[in-house]
């Protein structure tokens, strides 16, 4: 069964075929590539672009989304195998799978971390529970990675720069400040794909405890041995942003304290000057900036940055549109 989880589980022409036809899609958005077929969107989180950006890519396409939030307006589910099921949860996963199998021809799944033990957290038990029960493909719509916005920001690079060949682009990755502790997801996504484009990829964080896991650390390294460029970390602000040509910034919880935040908390308050700012911008060669949004302005980055024409962060939300159609249509469709 294909899935789309992760990038990395594709191939480089795999990926390339979904810009591809996610450009098209852009230059016609609507078609019937999903004629007759239906999404099932499982929403464990809140969320803005996804919910909007899948429902109307479906309907664009001739196809059909219905939304479900397991707790709210869905039955509660459990996850564990062989669990006594006398608490909350109402059905298991196993049987909720395949029950949206027989109705639906993907599901798209959104379940962030619960933030208290990464170990756990780091197994992306709930995503990988839907693709073990389905018998239709699986579309990560964010858990810990969120592979939807790396195809959004990748296509998003390569229509400022006008060339498909990143290589040779100085990208940095910055930690920003954030009141609460985020989710990595957007943050492990924005190193694979950077990596994964021939990059020379600058990882900025206020200290190594905001290094990122190691598996999407090690997917970086294998990335940089495959398609060149480079990876580096760096705590030193103005020797990251010097020269670059991409600056992406995302507030991330630190690993080594999931579960004792309020520790986490009297570090990351040190660090609110991590800002995305004109002064900070100044220093690079003319960069793009972008995010994935939502973004707190004047706490993330500055109304300046925001409002500059180098953001793209906007055209990075528009494109999540094109690459959902590119992604449904592959896996449901039989188009790429
Ligand atoms: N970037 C993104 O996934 O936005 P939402 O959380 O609003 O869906």
Known sequence: MKHFLNTQDLSRAELDAL???????????????????????????????????????????????????PGKDAWPIEFDLGTVMDGDAEEHIAEVAKVLGRYCDLIGVRAFPKFTDWSLDRQDRVLQAFARHATVPVVNMETIT????????????REHFGTNDLRGKKYVLTWTYHPKPLNTAVANSALTIATRLGMDVTLLCPTPDYVLDERYMGWARDNVAE????LHVSHDIEAA???????????WGALPFFGSWAAEKAIRDRYRHFIVDEAKMALTNDAVFSH???????????????????????????????????????LAGGAA
Not at 146 to 157: S, V
Not at 241 to 251: F, H, L, R
């Open 241 to 251: 942003y010097a020269g670059a040509d991409v600056v992406y910034a995302k507030s």
């Open 146 to 157: 969120h592979p939807c916005q790396e195809l959004a920001h990748a296509m998003a690079l």
């Open 227 to 230: 398609a060149g460029g480079s």
């Open 19 to 69: 810009l591809a036809a996610a450009a098209r899609f852009k230059r016609a958005p609507v078609g019937e590539a999903l004629k007759g077929k239906s999404i099932a969107l499982v929403f464990f989180n809140a969320s803005l672009r996804t919910r909007a950006s899948f429902e109307l890519g479906a309907f664009q396409l001739g196809g059909h989304a219905i939304v479900l939030q």
């Open 292 to 330: 994935c949004l939502p973004l707190r302005r004047n706490v993330k980055a500055t109304d300046a940055v925001m409002d500059s024409p180098r953001c793209i962060a906007i055209d990075e939300a528009e494109n999540r549109l094109h690459v959902q159609k590119a992604v449904m249509a592959w």
